[in-house]
């Protein structure tokens, strides 16, 4: 009786795992190619066809790996799980109480802005915060900044005259670039919401290979909204870099303020220090000051913040 009951928690544990892996190469497939998706047979609706077809056929594979990896318990305990249903209850409705509900729920000719499509963003949402919080970070963010780079490289080609397919009759004329989303605004925002990440990256990892791509990747990401013309993708990267300049600012403070006012306070061992305290100390480039006095006093922690600072 033991036995089989170990055995079946192993192969549920197994059966977890892979929907777990499975769960997580769908979603860096959704980030990462659905954006760049074009339907190059349907002249009248190239842009938007295809990518609400990839939702519509990856959103019942995220549900099942949501389902089959427990993935319902940590949306449930991140909080996000009542949030997520309250919308779907809400986009139900308005489809039930709409003129035409056929195209809310499909959506209308060349938009695809229906049931099926808003019920898919949550499933994503859902996707992404438990691939997030059970270790997928990397291969997200990896995924997201690829799909995004690319996007913003056909971007920047475009304003500079590249065109790799045939226009339709509506675009033909256009001189902002609109890459795989068909809309300079919608380029404009993409890579508005990229760039963060991309700096996020560049400012977390350590390989110096990955901060090289992250740099790349922010750089295309930044030229391709300035092509774009869009103020609101201007606006955006304003504010991000303003929000990204005070949180440096205030990350370096609070830093040489625990140095400052804590760690001098901490008695010395006789066995030397801890190994953490000296790494800190070695980070943030404290000198000895005067006659072999160190910042262990109060009376020199003003002369050490000032050496430190020159």
């Not at 949550?122 to 963010?141: D, E, K, N, Y």
């Not at 990267?237 to 949180?247: H, I, N, R, S």
Request: charged share 15%.
């Amino acid at each position: 009786m033991d036995a089989g009951i170990a055995i079946l928690n192993l192969r549920n544990r197994e059966l977890e795992q892979t929907a777990s892996k499975l769960l997580t190469w769908t979603m860096a497939l959704a980030v990462a190619v659905v954006p760049l998706l074009i339907d190059l047979s349907n002249l009248d609706d190239t842009y938007y066809a295809g990518k609400a077809r990839a939702l519509f056929i990856l959103a019942p594979v995220i549900v099942a790996g949501l389902l089959l990896s427990r993935g319902i318990p940590i949306l449930r305990r991140t909080r996000l799980l009542t949030p997520l249903m309250a919308f779907v209850m809400a986009v139900g409705l308005a489809t039930a109480v709409s003129v035409n509900p056929l195209w809310s729920v499909v959506g209308a000719p060349r938009r695809h802005e229906g049931l099926l499509s808003l019920v898919a963003y949550a499933v994503m949402c859902a996707g992404t915060l438990v691939v997030v919080v059970r270790g997928g970070l990397r291969v997200w963010l990896a995924a997201v900044l690829a799909g995004g780079t690319l996007a913003g490289l056909y971007g920047i080609a475009q304003y500079f005259g590249i065109e790799l397919i045939v226009r339709d009759s509506v675009r033909v004329d256009w001189w902002r670039p609109f890459s795989t989303s068909g809309n300079p605004n919608f380029l404009g925002a993409y890579m508005v919401l990229i760039a963060p990440l991309a700096a996020a990256a560049l400012l977390t990892v350590r390989r110096r290979t990955v901060a090289v791509l992250s740099l790349a990747a922010l750089t295309v990401t930044v030229i391709t909204a300035l092509c774009t013309y869009s103020r609101a993708a201007w606006l955006g990267l304003a504010v991000a870099a303003a929000l990204f300049g005070v949180w440096v600012l205030c990350w370096s403070y609070w830093q040489a303020c625990f140095l400052l006012l804590i760690v001098p306070w901490r008695p010395h061992e006789r066995t030397g220090r801890p190994r953490s305290e000296r790494r800190l100390r070695s980070n943030l480039r404290i000198r000895k000051v005067g006659s072999g006095g160190d910042c262990t006093s109060g009376a020199t922690r003003f002369s050490c913040w000032r050496s430190v600072r020159s």
